[in-house]
């Protein structure tokens, strides 16, 4: 850090603190970092209920799928079996047909049968009657004479002559009859015939009608089976929908709560940004007022005479300041370097310098080739500023004060950890539970949470 020279500067810089802190009077009287407090952050779900949020989602919608997929299949049994329905129907509808048919054919028969046997018996009256009176003509005609025959009307012959042709008269007659008699005869026969016939189309159209019914009754049985199982498949598929539906319920809440809780955690990230922007402005505020305030202590100190300089690690005459005002200037040191890169050995008495080498880590980020502090150096240069030269290793520097309670600190204590009994890391107490440090290769001086774990020593170095 280059040093003003000359009243001219001092003035300079006296004006540019008064523009950075919006006052002209002395500065540095309070804390050099006072935070507000922070608003009440939204609430911020845990990654373990983000990833138990996001497996029930997972899980849901794998088992929609898996009963999606199964509901496809389900509803392709279901078309076909409907086909079958309908096949079977038609079956049915068509063994129906053809009992109805065979049913009126067995009826029709019937009916003939009937027709043919009353014809057949009408007949056999019709010969019985002629028969009968063929036989009352003969016996009448041989028996009591010709005047008492059908041919009465040759009982007035009076010769032999006469006689035989009234008996061939009687024969033509009696032949005629025989003739008439054969014909009924024969016409009985007929319809004895026909009324066989008929009685065998009857007895053909009744099994015709009985194949029919059987036909009918298996087609009927084979409907109701199809529509049995039809009927059976619509209350699975209904099944597998209501299940799915119920799947799909719960995978909606599901991605509602997982929505849910990953919209909170947007909202908290948003919120710790801002958080995190504002309180880098705060902060980019804070270091330049500390720089504007370590300025003035510098150009004050470069006024007045210069002291004898002290060696390293020794507590000095030279002229130094305690107490809180002390406390504020070694802090606004501290302050004024937030941003500068880690560089491991790096940091003198008069601000950051380029690190070393140390064969591991540093190396390996470069640290070698930067300008910068590690978490010591910046302890040199924050202290130096009120004349305390402090020890370059971090133990040396945690002891060179009187150890304190950790819970009695005050701005200005060193805090320090440790580990198997060494030191590895020491930082710069500043209020508000805050504290400022170098931490690691490839970080930056920056003010965090004082980190109450990692094995933090019970006690701070006070030198102030």
């Known amino acids: 850090m280059v040093r003003p020279a000359g009243s001219a500067r001092v003035v300079v810089l006296l004006l540019l603190v008064a523009l950075?802190?919006?006052?002209?009077?002395?500065?540095?009287a309070g804390t050099a970092i006072a935070a507000p407090p922070s608003p009440t952050p939204p609430p911020n779900p845990s990654d373990e209920q983000l990833q138990s949020s996001g497996a029930a989602v997972a899980g849901g919608a794998a088992e929609v799928a898996q009963?999606?997929?199964?509901?496809?299949?389900?509803?392709?049994?279901?078309?076909?079996?409907?086909?079958?329905?309908?096949?079977?129907?038609?079956?049915?509808?068509?063994?129906?047909?053809?009992?109805?048919?065979?049913?009126?054919?067995?009826?029709?028969?019937?009916?003939?049968?009937d027709q043919a046997r009353i014809e057949t018996q009408a007949a056999g009256s019709a010969i019985d009657a002629a028969r009968a009176r063929l036989d009352d003509v003969?016996?009448?005609?041989?028996?009591?004479?010709?005047?008492?025959?059908?041919?009465?009307?040759?009982?007035?012959?009076?010769?032999?002559?006469?006689?035989?042709d009234r008996a061939q008269m009687t024969d033509a007659v009696a032949q005629q009859q025989a003739t008439a008699l054969d014909a009924l005869e024969r016409a009985r026969v007929e319809k004895a015939n026909a009324d066989s016939t008929a009685r065998q189309a009857q007895d053909e159209a009744e099994q015709r009608q009985q194949a029919a019914a059987e036909a009918k009754t298996?087609?009927?049985?084979?409907?109701?089976?199809?529509?049995?199982?039809?009927?059976?498949?619509?209350?699975?598929?209904?099944?597998?929908?209501?299940?799915?539906?119920?799947?799909?319920?719960?995978?909606?809440a599901a991605e509602n709560a997982d929505a849910g809780l990953r919209a909170q955690r947007q909202r908290f990230d948003a919120w710790q940004a801002e958080q995190a922007r504002l309180e880098a402005e705060r902060q980019r505020a804070e270091a330049a007022a500390a720089r504007a305030r370590a300025a003035q202590e510098e150009a004050a100190r470069a006024a007045q005479p210069t002291p004898r300089s002290p060696g390293p690690g020794s507590r000095s005459a030279a002229p130094r300041r305690y107490g809180s005002a002390a406390a504020q200037t070694v802090i606004d040191r501290a302050m004024g370097e937030l941003g500068v890169i880690y560089a491991w050995g790096g940091g003198?008495?008069?601000?950051?310098?380029?690190?070393?080498?140390?064969?591991?880590?540093?190396?390996?980020?470069?640290?070698?080739?930067?300008?910068?502090?590690?978490?010591?150096?910046l302890m040199l240069y924050a202290f130096a500023g009120v004349g305390v030269n402090l020890p370059r290793y971090s133990g040396n520097q945690h002891a060179y004060g009187?150890?304190?309670?950790?819970?009695?600190?005050?701005?200005?204590?060193?805090?320090?950890?440790?580990?198997?009994?060494?030191?590895?890391?020491?930082?710069?107490?500043?209020?508000?539970n805050k504290m400022i440090e170098a931490p690691y290769s490839g970080a930056t001086v920056?003010?965090?949470?004082?980190?109450?774990?990692?094995?933090?020593?019970?006690?701070?170095?006070?030198?102030?």
């Open 138 to 164: 003969v016996a009448n005609t041989y028996q009591q004479g010709l005047d008492l025959g059908p041919i009465g009307m040759l009982t007035s012959a009076s010769g032999p002559e006469d006689l035989i």
């Open 402 to 432: 009187d150890q304190v309670p950790l819970a009695d600190k005050q701005p200005g204590d060193m805090l320090a950890w440790a580990r198997n009994g060494r030191i590895y890391h020491i930082a710069l107490y500043i209020g508000n």
């Open 218 to 252: 298996a087609a009927d049985q084979a409907l109701a089976a199809a529509q049995s199982a039809s009927d059976a498949q619509a209350q699975r598929l209904s099944q597998v929908l209501a299940e799915q539906t119920e799947v799909q319920r719960r995978l909606d």
């Open 446 to 464: 920056r003010v965090t949470d004082v980190r109450y774990g990692g094995n933090l020593l019970p006690t701070v170095s006070r030198v102030l």
């Open 348 to 377: 003198t008495a008069r601000g950051p310098s380029r690190g070393i080498r140390d064969g591991g880590v540093a190396d390996a980020m470069g640290d070698y080739k930067k300008i910068g502090f590690d978490c010591s150096g």
């Open 20 to 28: 950075l802190t919006g006052t002209g009077g002395a500065v540095g």
């Open 67 to 113: 009963l999606t997929d199964r509901l496809s299949a389900l509803q392709a049994e279901a078309e076909d079996l409907q086909i079958q329905v309908a096949e079977q129907h038609e079956s049915a509808n068509q063994a129906q047909d053809v009992f109805t048919t065979a049913q009126g054919a067995a009826q029709d028969a019937a009916d003939r049968a």
